[in-house]
């Protein structure tokens, strides 16, 4: 399935990103709150970890990303594969409101380099994330070793990931698809998790 089938536009952002941003800001809102009320394990620290929540939220940092890296449509729904392998490299990182940002840019970097014939450079992808150059480069680094240079993405797999996302986006409560540390959460539909094993993390 093509990405213009799910890219309806609000405000010049395609459908498909603005939900997407707002998934992962479920999800990082989630653990926060599961870690806050003591109900899940203390969050590994990596690279990707800020010392501070940022100021933006991620749906205005993930149209930030959309208005100034002119990927191709199809990188964010690349980026999202990328971050579900990641996160299944690494059980013990969950996404909170200290890492999504940082594991954002990084991702739709990743596929941006992989997937579009001309990209920018890891200076402007920093400056674009609000992160200096040096970082930018050292989480690329990272994110590229814990997928284990796994980029490629086959039309099955995407076709699959995409198909997901648009019955998602038809509901009127989206499943919180990647992995939450909250039982309460991981629990709600376990037949619909156990159907949909290849997007959960």
Same mark, same amino acid.
């Given at each position: 399935?093509?990405?213009?089938?799910?890219?309806?536009?609000?405000?010049?952002? =395609?459908?498909?990103?603005?939900?997407?941003?707002?998934?992962?800001?479920?999800?990082?809102?989630?653990?926060?709150?599961?870690?806050?009320? /003591?109900? *899940?394990?203390?969050?590994?620290?990596?690279?990707?970890? /800020?010392?501070?929540? =940022?100021?933006?939220? @991620? /749906?205005?940092?993930? %149209?930030?990303?959309?208005?100034?890296?002119?990927?191709?449509?199809?990188?964010?729904? #690349?980026?999202? #594969?990328?971050?579900?392998? +990641?996160?299944?490299?690494? =059980?013990?990182?969950?996404?909170?409101?200290?890492?999504?940002?940082?594991? @954002?840019?990084? *991702?739709?970097?990743?596929?941006?380099?992989?997937?579009?014939? #001309?990209?920018?450079?890891?200076?402007?992808?920093?400056?674009?994330?609000?992160?200096?150059?040096?970082?930018?480069?050292?989480? %690329?680094?990272? +994110?590229? +070793? /814990?997928?284990?240079?796994? @980029?490629?993405?086959?039309?099955?797999?995407?076709?699959?990931?995409?198909?997901?996302?648009?019955? %998602?986006?038809? @509901?009127?409560?989206?499943?919180?698809?990647?992995?939450?540390?909250? *039982? *309460?959460?991981?629990?709600?539909?376990?037949?619909?998790?156990?159907?949909?094993?290849? #997007?959960?993390?």
């Amino acid at each position: 399935m093509d990405m213009e089938v799910v890219g309806e536009r609000h405000s010049g952002v =395609p459908r498909l990103v603005r939900f997407l941003s707002s998934l992962l800001e479920r999800i990082a809102v989630s653990n926060d709150t599961c870690r806050a009320i /003591g109900s *899940s394990t203390q969050n590994k620290v990596t690279v990707f970890h /800020g010392l501070t929540r =940022p100021p933006i939220s @991620l /749906g205005s940092y993930m %149209e930030r990303i959309f208005t100034y890296a002119n990927c191709s449509p199809c990188c964010y729904a #690349i980026a999202y #594969i990328y971050l579900d392998r +990641f996160v299944q490299r690494y =059980p013990l990182l969950s996404f909170d409101s200290f890492n999504i940002h940082r594991l @954002l840019i990084t *991702s739709v970097m990743a596929a941006a380099k992989f997937m579009d014939d #001309i990209c920018y450079n890891n200076a402007y992808f920093a400056k674009v994330g609000g992160i200096s150059t040096m970082e930018m480069n050292y989480m %690329e680094r990272e +994110f590229l +070793f /814990g997928l284990n240079f796994r @980029l490629n993405v086959t039309p099955t797999e995407y076709h699959s990931y995409c198909t997901y996302l648009q019955r %998602e986006m038809c @509901l009127d409560y989206p499943v919180i698809l990647l992995r939450s540390q909250c *039982s *309460s959460l991981s629990e709600v539909d376990e037949s619909k998790n156990q159907q949909k094993q290849q #997007i959960t993390l």
